[in-house]
């Protein structure tokens, strides 16, 4: 199951409780996105069973797996709030002169969260539960709006015809180029005119007989790798 189009709308919330959607979320508009592939499937049991008409016997459903890539333009609200959910903390600080400050550090494990994928034109969406991220990749050139891509795991997903916020907030942000942005390493600034780096939290899906779906997404060693070119 996957389904992608431009009535696409894709907001979040944070869990209190990996795997439960809070009741009457107040959602959150993941803006800029340019692309993504959140999805879900169940794997089929087929019988092997010797049989007179060498037909399969019977077919069962299998183990449900969720997940799925999103790209987006960066920008200063929404996708740094996924990045902060990456990492396991976001501290932010609007500075009230059109700029934030964002510090995003290593803590405990990805912040699980609900992500919903809304069809306005049809009506219909997914909910995805327990959704903590994988993967975050980056990269930027002095041309370009920066772009990003995270890769998403879930517990589980359902279908709705009605929308978990029928009016999510709006994170619609300035987005990162390459013109007004800069790079320091420590207090030093570069100048470099490309850059990339990837993050993965290395997270394993735990599966137990007696159940269709994960019973934990448990993170592993968080590893930052990337380059960059400097004039």
Not at 110 to 133: H, M, N, Q, T, Y
Not at 143 to 156: L, P
Not at 174 to 193: C, H, L, P
């Amino acid at each position: 199951m996957a389904a992608s189009g431009s009535n696409l709308r894709l907001s979040f919330i944070d869990e209190q409780t990996w795997g439960v959607t809070p009741a009457n979320p107040k959602m959150k508009v993941l803006a800029g996105v340019v692309s993504e592939t959140l999805g879900g499937s169940m794997d089929t049991l087929t019988s092997k069973a010797l049989n007179p008409n060498r037909g399969v016997d019977f077919m069962a459903p299998g183990q449900k797996k969720a997940q799925g890539d999103i790209s987006y333009e960066m920008g200063v609200r929404g996708s740094v709030g996924l990045i902060g959910r990456l990492l396991g903390k976001i501290d932010s600080v609007d500075n009230t002169d059109g700029t934030f400050t964002h510090t995003c550090t290593v803590a405990k494990g990805p912040i699980p969260i609900s992500i919903e994928k809304w069809f306005s034109d049809v009506g219909l969406g997914f909910v995805f539960r327990g959704c903590k991220a994988n993967t975050f990749s980056v990269s930027g050139d002095p041309n370009v709006i920066i772009n990003g891509t995270i890769g998403m795991m879930a517990k589980g997903y359902e279908s709705t015809t009605k929308a978990l916020d029928p009016a999510p907030e709006s994170t619609s942000h300035a987005f990162y180029d390459g013109i007004r942005a800069s790079v320091k390493v420590g207090d030093k600034q570069f100048d470099m005119n490309t850059i990339s780096f990837d993050v993965t939290n290395n997270i394993e899906d735990a599966r137990v007989i007696g159940k269709d779906e994960s019973v934990a997404l448990t993170p592993g060693v968080c590893e930052v790798k990337g380059s960059f070119s400097v004039v």
